[in-house]
């Protein structure tokens, strides 16, 4: 049973972030996970040729979409 919790233990190992106090912290949060996420895709991309190279881009490219909607939402929110 040790051996068991100590293996989820370990594939558990990003800490969680803190949760939210309200809908505006999370909103920031999420935009920061996106952040995170399109640096990510673009250094991979940048390294890569070809089609892996384009579909790395486009994930970039979803990304930043998102990003936008979020920040919207959160112009909406801070104006309430």
């Known amino acids: ?8 233990m370990m594939i558990n190992s990003t800490p969680s972030p803190p949760l939210p106090n309200s809908l505006e912290d999370s909103l920031i949060q999420v935009s920061e996970i996106l952040r995170c996420a ?7 991309g940048d390294n890569l040729d070809g089609l892996k ?7 970039v490219h979803l990304i930043n979409m998102a990003k936008a909607e979020l920040e919207r939402s959160l ?4 104006n309430l």
């Not at 112009?75 to 801070?78: K, R």
């Open 1 to 8: 049973m040790a051996l068991l919790a100590e293996a989820h």
């Open 38 to 44: 399109s640096a990510t895709a673009y250094e991979t």
């Open 53 to 59: 190279r384009d579909l790395a881009f486009s994930v």
């Open 75 to 78: 112009e909406c929110v801070q």
